[in-house]
């Protein structure tokens, strides 16, 4: 089954210039991506194509099929694709700094930002909710408040949230973002043992988010997806070094990566 299935793709905020040209993607389920790009080269702007927040250029005629389907209600989506970005993340700590990790993850059944004094929940609804703390392990942070939250616990939450409808893919944008190093192994490692279970899809300009499970990887260079395909085949010193516009040496151990320091 084809998780994103995109021929020809135009894409921009004004018809008069597009962000990203001609994009040519396919994910399949299984398969676990990063699509790596520096500042400014078009990642949100392809989260937003994939999350239905943006539409392609109609001036060219493309395809674009998410899980089979090319037109999707957003809040069905999300039952099938989980999606967890940094924006999301700031409108809870803007939002719902008084909200507990129990009411963070369970609002995901109903989309929102925390809780709403009109959603009720039904009993499988909460033993479901209950369900993702034991399975993510995160059961300290049920009663913790938001705004008393690390930004790794409340990522953990964010994840657990999209996952609330036990989606077939989860999409993550620059997930070790204001982590320090002992918490972005512990994130990442929360990422690692999700990959048994769903397809994970993580877009970013950092080159350590490249987890040893993943397995493809698309560059974002020169307002297109540059170069795509079997990690071991994108991952070079000369790809790295297009896409950042600087000389970099990329050294790899262990499955992992990482640019050579000066
Ligand atoms: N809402 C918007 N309206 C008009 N132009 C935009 C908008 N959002 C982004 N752009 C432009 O689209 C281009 C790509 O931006 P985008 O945010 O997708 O890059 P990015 O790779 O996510 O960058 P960063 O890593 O800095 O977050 C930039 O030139 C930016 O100015």
């Known amino acids: 089954?084809?998780?994103?299935?995109?021929?020809?793709?135009?894409?921009?905020?004004?018809?008069?210039?597009?962000?990203?040209?001609?994009?040519?993607?396919?994910?399949?389920?299984?398969?676990?991506?990063?699509i790596l790009g520096a500042n400014g080269s078009g990642k949100s702007t392809l989260l937003k194509l994939i999350s239905n927040d943006l539409y392609p250029n109609t001036h060219y005629e493309f395809k674009k099929k998410i899980f089979g389907i090319e037109k999707w209600d957003i809040f069905d989506l999300k039952k099938k694709l989980g999606i967890v970005t940094n924006e999301l993340q700031n409108e809870f700590v803007y939002q719902a700094r008084f909200a507990s990790g129990y009411e963070i993850v369970r609002s995901g059944f109903f989309a929102s930002i925390g809780k709403k004094e009109h959603h009720i929940f039904t009993k499988e609804q909460n033993e479901k909710t209950d369900e993702i703390f034991d399975y993510?392990?995160?059961?300290v942070l049920k009663d913790k408040k938001a705004s008393l939250m690390s930004t790794g616990e409340l990522r953990k939450c964010l994840i657990a949230r999209a996952l609330i409808y036990r989606p077939k893919a989860l999409l993550l944008d620059?997930?070790?973002?204001?982590?320090?190093?002992?918490a972005q192994k512990n994130?990442?490692?929360?990422?690692?043992?999700?990959t048994s279970t769903l397809s994970i899809i993580i877009i970013t300009h950092h080159v350590k988010e490249i987890i040893e499970d993943i397995s493809?990887?698309?560059?974002i260079?020169?307002?297109?997806?540059?170069?795509?395909?079997?990690?071991?085949d994108i991952l070079t010193s000369a790809n790295i070094s297009k896409v950042f516009d600087l000389d970099i040496e990329l050294l790899s151990k262990n499955n992992k990566y990482y640019i050579k320091e000066d």
């Open 216 to 219: 493809h990887v698309a560059l």
């Open 174 to 182: 620059e997930p070790t973002t204001g982590l320090d190093i002992k």
């Open 221 to 232: 260079a020169d307002n297109c997806i540059y170069k795509q395909g079997l990690k071991k």
């Open 187 to 194: 994130f990442l490692s929360l990422i690692k043992r999700l």
């Open 136 to 139: 993510l392990d995160i059961k």
């Open 1 to 34: 089954m084809n998780i994103i299935e995109f021929e020809n793709i135009n894409i921009g905020y004004d018809y008069r210039f597009l962000v990203l040209k001609n994009i040519n993607l396919n994910i399949k389920e299984g398969e676990h991506w990063v």
